[in-house]
């Protein structure tokens, strides 16, 4: 388990007034599932559990690569709500190396995370700062004209389906018997 240089902290609000949550990790492993935890907790006290996936699926990567290829001892990650249905996520480390998005060879076991990113995030993006970089995304729910077509529950027509069918032939079969009886009875 990672130590934490610094304690979680609910009660933030940024200069902006937007809902914020950091945590300082340790340059280590074990810290990108600290990492993907503060993001989790962050989706469900903002109630954004329909981000959340992607949300903490961003978190990890950009987590991973502060472990993987930055420098020094710590990164920092922070979780700001934009209003109630989009969070943007930022990585602070001490590498000023920025990353690249690469396009990764079919046979080449690394280099999709941040196309992973570049994938499920509105947009993305990095700043270098005096002491390290920052590499930021921003997540969103989809809005009310992007959602898929409702399905509708059955477009088979009432005629089609194997019910009526069913019931059809069933009419049929008492007819004809009936009609036989009839001619016999006769
Ligand atoms: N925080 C960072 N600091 C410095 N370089 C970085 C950072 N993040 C990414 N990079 C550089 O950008 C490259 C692409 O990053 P990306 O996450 O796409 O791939 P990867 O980390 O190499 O592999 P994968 O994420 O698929 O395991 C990295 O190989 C690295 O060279
Ligand atoms: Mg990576």
């Given at each position: 388990?990672?130590?934490?240089?610094?304690?979680?902290?609910?009660?933030?609000?940024?200069?902006?007034?937007?809902?914020?949550?950091?945590?300082?990790?340790?340059?280590?492993?074990?810290?990108?599932?600290?990492?993907?935890q503060?993001?989790?907790?962050?989706?469900?006290?903002?109630?954004?559990?329909?981000?959340?996936?992607?949300a903490?699926?961003?978190?990890?990567?950009?987590?991973?690569?502060?472990?993987?290829?930055?420098?020094?001892?710590?990164?920092?990650?922070?979780?700001?709500?934009?209003?109630?249905?989009?969070?943007?996520?930022?990585?602070?480390?001490?590498?000023?190396?920025?990353?690249?998005?690469?396009?990764?060879?079919?046979?080449?076991?690394?280099?999709?995370?941040l196309a992973?990113?570049?994938?499920?995030?509105?947009?993305?993006?990095?700043?270098?700062?005096?002491?390290g970089?920052?590499?930021?995304?921003?997540?969103?729910?989809?809005?009310?004209?992007?959602?898929?077509?409702?399905?509708?529950?059955?477009?088979?027509?009432?005629?089609?389906t194997?019910?009526?069918?069913?019931?059809?032939?069933?009419?049929?079969?008492?007819?004809?018997?009936?009609?036989?009886?009839?001619?016999?009875?006769?």
């Amino acid at each position: 388990m990672a130590t934490r240089a610094k304690a979680r902290d609910w009660a933030y609000e940024d200069e902006a007034g937007r809902r914020m949550a950091t945590e300082c990790f340790d340059r280590v492993p074990e810290s990108v599932a600290e990492a993907r935890q503060l993001a989790t907790e962050a989706m469900a006290k903002w109630q954004m559990e329909a981000i959340a996936d992607r949300a903490e699926l961003v978190t990890s990567e950009l987590a991973t690569n502060a472990v993987l290829h930055a420098r020094r001892a710590a990164f920092r990650v922070t979780l700001r709500g934009l209003g109630d249905h989009a969070v943007r996520i930022e990585v602070y480390d001490f590498s000023r190396t920025m990353p690249a998005l690469f396009v990764a060879g079919a046979h080449q076991v690394h280099g999709r995370g941040l196309a992973l990113v570049d994938a499920v995030s509105q947009c993305w993006g990095t700043d270098r700062l005096p002491w390290g970089k920052r590499v930021w995304a921003h997540v969103e729910a989809p809005t009310a004209y992007e959602s898929p077509v409702p399905v509708q529950p059955d477009e088979t027509p009432i005629w089609a389906t194997r019910k009526s069918q069913a019931v059809y032939m069933g009419v049929v079969l008492v007819a004809m018997g009936s009609l036989a009886y009839g001619t016999r009875s006769r």
